[in-house]
């Protein structure tokens, strides 16, 4: 279910950065797309009553100095949450750049109607 | 000795930042440096060339840590994007005049490459993504470095695409972390071997075509290339069409399709049909544009066909389990001609900047007689259509010989006849370009022009002498042994891929 929901904000931001005409509400949908992905990536990571994927001494079997199995097993995993802190680095660079070019066109055309800004074609 | 792979990515990385440092006073240092960057790396992809290696970031073993893979097929796109990069630096030494801001364009130009080299090296598959965005993002930027109205509407169509492209590249390797645990090429490789595709995995591959499609503009998704590739100066024009679209699109497609999923007859047809409608469809739209960039974008668009053809019948062929010879011959002709393009594709570009500067002006219609006016331009120029045409003893043709022999081969004797259809028809719009930017009458308003020397001569002279020679590449054994060969071997090798580096 959970999933589904995900799929569906994404189909959301893809109709929205498609079918819009306005530069920002395309930035906009491109970022939704962005979070429905990067909340895809903390799912599949997510465990139900899990916890946090941190080793202290109490989670080391003192006989054999190994990581005991019960915290292998409920202990949520960290690389997806590595993942998205990248990709959200990334997202914020090309969101600074992608709403910069829109100011800048807003400043030679005086519309953010894509419709109309339309010199270059065939 | 051998150095270590990292330095590929970090020399690039570091002068990117360094640059701005020097400002608009001391651009002149800034330019020597960032030429100096470029040409060392030059230097160090011929030192790579027969040389495979894996290294570990941070001593963390795989499949714990990341690791940078250099195989035949890596070795020959450093080459190639170190050759492209280091002309198109030169040029813009003297070109870039035009513009403000010089030292922040070298800075830009060369993040880009820093990424073009990481996305090349990566053996893992996120890094591969993060790579892949810092190129991007660099080229974004650069499309719209001259801030007019057409530049930005360009930026940003090819901004909005590219980044729709990312995040499905992205959503791909979420499936695949998701489906087997793992994001290291070569163990997503092994598991997918032990347990097959299910649904999930064949969704990411799914994504992975299409966002790597877009990346290298195949023809459904081609809109936002001949926007953006005529609007950037024209050593960046230089720089994606000769070898952006190729190392984010088709090394990238290459290197999932056949190393990490494995090839089926299906994913190869897929391949064939993109590349055929590519190359038909670039070749239609390019006869009848008027802009001389605009027409050679389109044209790009056309010849990438030719380079995904030839990959996407060498992926038939090997899952048809027929002769692999015919398969490595069809992969091959791909990767040939993806190198000449990438030299005659940026060599067509710079030309187009250098009658640019000198005219002012990107119309055909507008121009003629430049002849006698620009000869090294005009040399370069006839050298490099010669070569995109096909006429013997140029690149060109002996990539395109070797697509047809494999496509009669394999018995698609149609595909061999659109082949040779496609390169009529590019004939037919490089007899165009010489006939109304070259050749003619001088218009009154371009009689006091005069042509830019200097870098910019020697950048073009230098790319039109490689295409020139580029044939040696196939007929000199010892050549083709030792650049050719292991790169058609790592596609061949295919699922193969992972045991050799797991075994590293």
């Known amino acids: 279910m959970p999933y589904a929901l995900c799929f569906l904000l994404f189909m959301i931001g893809l109709y929205c950065a498609v079918v819009k005409k306005n530069m920002v509400k395309i930035v906009i949908g491109i970022m939704v797309m962005e979070y429905a992905v990067n909340l895809f990536l903390i799912m599949l990571g997510y465990r139900t009553g899990g916890e946090a994927p941190i080793i202290d001494k109490t989670h080391i079997d003192p006989q054999t100095g190994q990581i005991i199995a019960s915290f292998i097993s409920s202990s949520v995993d960290p690389l997806p949450q590595a993942l998205v802190l990248t990709a959200i680095v990334i997202s914020l660079g090309s969101l600074a750049l992608m709403i910069s070019i829109c100011i800048r066109t807003y400043g030679e055309y005086g519309t953010f109607d894509i419709t109309e800004i339309r010199r270059l074609r065939g | ?504």
């Open chain 2, 1 to 504: 000795m051998s150095i270590p792979l990292p330095v590929f990515i970090a020399i690039p990385l570091i002068a990117a930042f360094l640059l701005p440092i020097f400002g608009k006073k001391r651009k002149a240092i800034a330019t020597f440096l960032a030429n100096l960057v470029t040409i060392l790396l030059f230097v160090l992809a011929i030192s790579s060339i027969g040389r495979t290696d894996v290294y570990e970031v941070g001593k963390w073993p795989i499949p714990l840590g990341i690791n940078l893979v250099l195989d035949g097929l890596s070795s020959l796109l450093l080459l190639a994007i170190s050759v492209v990069s280091s002309a198109a630096m030169l040029f813009s030494t003297r070109y870039m005049e035009q513009y403000t801001a010089k030292s922040k364009y070298l800075s830009l130009f060369l993040l880009m490459v820093a990424g073009m080299n990481g996305v090349v090296l990566s053996g893992d598959i996120f890094n591969l993504f993060v790579f892949l965005e810092i190129a991007s993002l660099a080229s974004y930027a650069l499309v719209g470095f001259g801030c007019g109205p057409e530049e930005l509407e360009a930026s940003f169509k090819y901004m909005v695409l590219g980044t729709i492209a990312s995040i499905l590249i992205l959503f791909g390797v979420g499936l695949v972390y998701g489906n087997t645990g793992t994001l290291n090429m070569a163990y997503i490789s092994k598991t997918i071997q032990a347990s097959g595709l299910n649904a999930g995995l064949a969704f990411a591959l799914g994504l992975f075509i299409t966002g790597f499609g877009l990346k290298a503009a195949l023809v459904p998704f081609h809109a936002w290339l001949p926007d953006a590739h005529p609007s950037a100066p024209a050593p960046i024009s230089a720089m994606l069409s000769g070898i952006l679209i190729k190392t984010l699109g088709i090394y990238a497609l290459a290197r999932v399709v056949f190393n990490v999923f494995g090839v089926s007859v299906e994913v190869g047809w897929l391949l064939v049909v993109l590349g055929i409608l590519s190359m038909v469809a670039g070749a239609f739209l390019a006869i009848g544009q008027w802009d001389l960039k605009r027409l050679l974008a389109y044209s790009s668009i056309s010849q990438i066909g030719y380079v995904i053809l030839g990959i996407g019948l060498g992926a038939t062929l090997i899952a048809k389990g027929a002769n692999v010879a015919w398969a490595s011959l069809a992969i091959l002709g791909g990767l040939f001609h993806l190198v000449n393009h990438a030299v005659y594709k940026s060599l067509l570009f710079l030309t187009s900047g250098s009658v640019e500067m000198s005219t002012g002006t990107r119309q055909m219609r507008e121009m003629g007689g430049l002849a006698e006016r620009m000869p090294v331009t005009r040399a370069a120029c006839t050298v490099a259509s010669a070569s995109i045409v096909g006429v013997p003893p140029f690149a060109g043709f002996w990539s395109k010989l070797i697509l047809v022999i494999a496509a009669v081969q394999a018995h698609l004797y149609w595909v061999a006849a659109i082949i040779v259809f496609v390169s009529l028809c590019t004939l037919i719009m490089y007899l165009k370009v010489q006939r109304y930017v070259f050749l003619g009458e001088l218009p009154e308003s371009l009689q006091g022009i005069k042509e830019h020397g200097g870098s910019m001569a020697v950048a073009m002279v230098f790319l039109a002498c490689l295409c020139a020679l580029m044939g040696l590449l196939l007929l000199v054994p010892s050549l083709k042994h030792n650049i050719l060969d292991p790169a058609v071997g790592v596609l061949i090798e295919g699922l193969g891929y992972s045991t050799r580096i797991i075994s590293m």
